[in-house]
């Protein structure tokens, strides 16, 4: 109990002034109080404190007793008090000596605080001793509080209950209560009309014996979930009505707990009907099925539309390049050029709609993997570089600098959209030019790169009120231009929904007459490590070849240059011998000497070979020779002036290669006196012996003619049984298998032969050639036991190329080249080269990230054997990936390597296996470590 606060007050003065009010003629003080309210303030004033005990201290909140001694203020004294006063004035009216009341006050702080106030007043002969009054006031600040939070949870709890009688006994919804264990407490009037039951029927009966046996299992477990973790929940089922019949209800229950206990003491629920939505959702889900079925039918007529229609255009495509490498009349490659150009634009529209189909029907997969996004805008803009330079038109582009390069997507798909944008700008101008502009609109915390292309045209523009449809199937701005521009409508809407499906979107700004601009945005997962992007793409034998190019042809130069960077080397192109000198100076300064030096030869040949040869700055640097010409005697001539290698235009890609490795083998191997030529290579290519089968004869003579002419030999087979009967016969270096073909198709001839090759060794490269077009089919292949998937109709360069690198395991197709060539262990394990490539020739700072790596190699140690020995592959995949990029960065290739091996062994949660990939990263790394070492000390 909370002591009791004592004031000891002087009333005297208060008496005095009742007394004057009687001498006025009052003689009714409660109703002249009604009337004079305010002079209750001035009856305050007289009171005195004369002392107080350390409660009413406590109580007021004051440092000390004194401030409580003399009159009181009226202005100190809450509203609240004023009836207290004014009992204490009508006992001294009326000579009562004794007053309790209920008082309010405030203390020095403001705080409020209730009490129980006892006044009591001496007495002597003649009455009332005023002088002598005591007041005792008793704090029950916390009694008052809880009464009134008390009464005013009272008063919500019925407010509350009356509310919900109104809402349950007007909504719509049936509303009830339950009880813990499910059984209804209360239901609302509604059930009448919803189930057929009076409210009174369902009162402690069970919800659970009305439902439909089908769903009782899965309401019982919702249920008791619901009780385990009291939450809002809302969940679906069937419930049996008074007569019998079911009806769906969707039903939304809260449990309410004890807030003491936490169990739950009863559960609410709201109940609506939903069978008409549950009847038109199985009608939807009815049609969707047909629809779907309507889809799959479709794509499975133009699947077979496309092998009907690809199977002959393979036989066109394939006998017109044949025809065109041979001696022809200006008209005749002419007519053969015009069925080209007709036979490619219908391979066009046989993929637009292929593509359409297979978004349309969900089918199209967007692959995400690692690519260079320069090298894809650059790759789009020389594929359709000649048809601008035709109609003299200018195509340029521009990447802004901080667009990330490495990213990951599906960089087909990304180049489809472009070129179908910059193909139609190029359609549909005919003065000015053409731009792509690429810029960076944000790059999240995420790596997630948010992207924006623009390709900006001088052309004719579309109409305001055209913009709209243009992205439709099958429409364009007027339909006109399809017959004075060509087309089918189908490659914009194709690159719409492109777009859309990589979480981008695409619009056009333009006026008629006045060019247009197309944009889009799209998202990609920027690379954090530019060697993962390295790593990812792979490293070609010639990527760290700088080639120097001296052609004062603008055009020879670029076709040349263009060829090395599509291989993988690093053109450097210059216009003449004088240039050349310079950019060898830069090169050497920066420590990357060319490794080739290419002369596009032309009026003075024999004079800049002569030129080159005798200059001590190109001394030791192999000369490759390109003429229009091949006059007789020129290939010895130039030999003799000192040129490594000669070929004759036209070039091809691989055969120029070809010879700058051949002429790299011979200068390093001591033999410079031989020239590598055209007719060299040829006799030193490997040829192999293909099996082709294919039930078109013509399709077989395609291949066997194209083969034949690379120096191949070739047997045919016209179905699979007879495919497996030749390759039985052995000898069989390559198999060219369609897929297509009767009696025993080509999945299951692969089939045979690889039983065949189980049971006595050996694997030979099998690739399926079909003109099957739509996802899944290069699965079935590779699946079935093919090593490659080559769509007809085929390139033949594509083709070999791919039969070259199948069979490079076997025994590659390599130049045959004097002298010992150099093994494994002896190839250096860090490329000096490349690495100071990277830091732009700067030695110094490379010695000083090689010194930080050194450094930290050591705790990388620590943490991946830390995570060998605690089974935390999480940890060892993490250190791997670091040392990956590292070693990538000094062109440390096998480290690197054996590093990214072991991040994916641990990725995939393989432990042992962890073990022994480490095992051998520390094999591999112990050879670079000695080359790091030397390297920091540069």
């Known amino acids: 109990m909370a002591p009791i606060a004592l004031f000891e007050e002087d009333f005297t003065e208060v008496g005095e002034w009742l007394a004057g009010l009687r001498e006025q003629g009052v003689d009714d003080l409660a109703g002249y109080l009604d009337a004079n309210p305010g002079d209750i303030g001035t009856a305050i004033e007289k009171i005195r404190v004369r002392d107080a005990n350390q409660a009413a201290v406590d109580l007021v909140e004051v440092e000390d007793r004194h401030e409580l001694i003399g009159h009181l203020r009226p202005e100190a004294a809450a509203a609240e008090s004023a009836a207290a006063f004014r009992s204490q004035l009508l006992a001294i009216w009326e000579g009562r000596s004794r007053v309790s009341t209920e008082f309010v006050g405030f203390s020095a702080s403001g705080r409020r605080w209730d009490g129980v106030l006892h006044w009591q007043t001496g007495t002597d002969f003649e009455g009332l001793d005023l002088s002598k009054t005591i007041v005792a006031i008793l704090d029950v600040t916390a009694a008052r509080d809880a009464q009134r939070e008390l009464a005013a949870a009272l008063e919500a709890l019925v407010e509350s209950e009356r509310e919900f009688r109104l809402m349950a006994e007007n909504s719509t919804d049936m509303i009830t209560r339950h009880a813990p264990n499910g ?3 209360y239901v609302s009037p509604v059930v009448r009309s919803l189930l057929g039951y009076e409210p009174e029927e369902l009162i402690g009966q069970s919800p659970f014996d009305y439902l439909h046996p089908d769903d009782l299992a899965a309401i019982r477990s919702t249920y008791d979930e619901l009780l385990a973790v009291p939450d809002v929940q809302t969940i679906q089922y069937r419930i049996r009505r008074k007569g019998g019949d079911y009806l769906w209800l969707e039903t939304t229950s809260h449990a309410l707990r004890d807030a003491e206990t936490t ?4 559960m609410q629920a709201s109940s609506r009907d939903i069978t008409y939505r549950k009847q038109a959702a199985l009608e939807l889900e009815r049609a969707r099925e047909a629809a779907e079925k309507a889809t799959e039918a479709k794509s499975q007529f133009l699947a077979a539309m496309s092998h009907e ?4 255009m393979n036989a066109i495509v394939g006998m017109t390049d044949l025809t065109l490498s041979t001696e022809l009349t200006a008209e005749q490659r002419e007519y053969l ?3 080209k150009s007709a036979v490619d634009g219908l391979l066009t529209l046989i993929n637009d709609v292929l593509d359409l189909s297979k978004i349309e029907a969900g089918r199209l997969e967007l692959e995400h993997i690692p690519f260079s996004l320069s090298d894809t805008v650059g790759d789009t803009v020389r594929t359709l570089a000649v048809r601008a330079a035709e109609k003299g038109l200018e195509l340029e582009h521009s990447v802004h600098v901080d667009v990330p390069d490495g990213v990951v997507g599906d960089p087909g798909r990304l180049r489809q959209v472009l070129y179908n944008l910059v193909s139609n700008a190029i359609k549909f101008t005919h003065v000015g030019g053409v731009t792509i502009d690429v810029v960076l609109e944000e790059l999240g915390s995420d790596h997630q790169a948010r992207l924006h292309f623009t390709v900006a045209d001088t052309g004719i523009g579309v109409p305001i009120e055209k913009q709209e449809h243009i992205f439709d199937v099958f429409s364009q701005a007027d339909g006109s231009t399809t017959r004075r521009y060509g087309g089918t409508g189908l490659g914009l809407s194709i690159a719409r929904q492109l777009v859309e499906k990589m979480g981008g979107r695409i619009w056009v700004e333009s006026q008629a007459g006045d060019g247009s601009e197309f944009h889009f945005v799209v998202q990609l997962a920027a690379m954090r490590d530019r ?3 390295q790593l990812s793409l792979g490293t070609a034998e010639d990527a760290d070849q700088l080639v120097l190019l001296v052609s004062n042809v603008h055009a020879e130069r670029r076709s040349v240059a263009e060829m090395l960077r599509q291989a993988g080397a690093t053109p450097l192109p210059v216009p003449d011998i004088a240039a050349a000198l310079h950019a060898l100076a830069g090169a050497m300064e920066r420590g990357l000497p060319p490794s080739v030096i290419i002369l596009d030869a032309h009026e003075n040949g024999a004079g800049d070979v002569a030129a080159i040869s005798g200059n001590p700055a190109f001394s030791g640097i192999p000369l490759l020779v390109l003429t229009s010409t091949g006059q007789r005697g020129e ?13 004759t235009k036209p070039l091809e890609q691989g055969e120029m290669m ?10 390093n191997a001591g033999h410079g006196a031989d020239l590598v030529t055209r007719h060299w290579l040829r006799e030193r290519r490997r040829r192999f012996h293909v099996l082709v089968a294919d039930d078109s004869p013509t399709n077989r003579h395609l291949a066997e003619s194209l083969l034949v002419k690379r120096g191949h030999t070739v047997v045919t087979a016209n179905d699979g049984f007879a495919a497996v009967a030749e390759f039985d016969k052995g000898g069989i270096d390559v198999v060219l298998m369609d897929v297509s073909m009767p009696e025993c198709d080509g999945l299951e001839a692969t089939g045979l032969i690889r039983e065949r090759e189980a049971a006595v060794g050996g694997h030979t490269p099998i690739i399926a050639l079909t003109a099957h077009a739509m996802d899944g089919d290069r699965q079935r292949c590779l699946a079935a036991g093919m090593d490659a998937y080559v769509s007809k109709p085929f390139n033949a360069d594509e083709l070999l190329a791919t039969m070259a690198s199948l069979s490079r395991s076997d025994g590659p197709a390599q130049v045959v080249t004097p002298g010992p060539q150099p093994t494994q262990s002896e190839a250096p394990a860090l490329d000096r080269t490349e690495a100071l490539v990277r830091v732009e020739g700067n030695l110094e700072l ?13 705790a990388m140690v620590d943490a991946i054997e830390s995570g060998l020995a605690e089974s935390d592959l999480e940890i060892v995949a993490s250190a791997a990936h670091q040392l990956k990029g590292n070693l990538a960065t000094f062109a440390a290739r096998e480290a690197a390597g054996a590093a990214a091996h072991l991040e994916a062994v641990a990725r995939a949660g393989d432990a042992r296996g962890s073990a022994r990939a480490w095992e051998d990263f520390l094999d591999v790394f112990g050879r670079a470590e000695a080359q790091l070492t030397a390297l920091r000390a540069a």
Do not use: K
Request: no cysteine; glycine share 6%.
């Open 846 to 858: 490379l010695a000083e990230m090689v010194g930080l790596f050194v450094e930290e190699y050591p």
């Open 658 to 667: 070809e010879a700058i490795r051949a002429a790299l083998a011979f200068e």
């Open 183 to 185: 059984d209804y407490s």
């Open 531 to 533: 060697s993962d992007l």
């Open 337 to 339: 050029g015009t069925v």
């Open 309 to 312: 229609i690809r199977t002959p």
């Open 263 to 266: 169990e739950v003491t009863e």
């Open 635 to 647: 290939a010895a001539e130039f030999r003799d002036l000192g040129a490594s290698a000669y070929l």
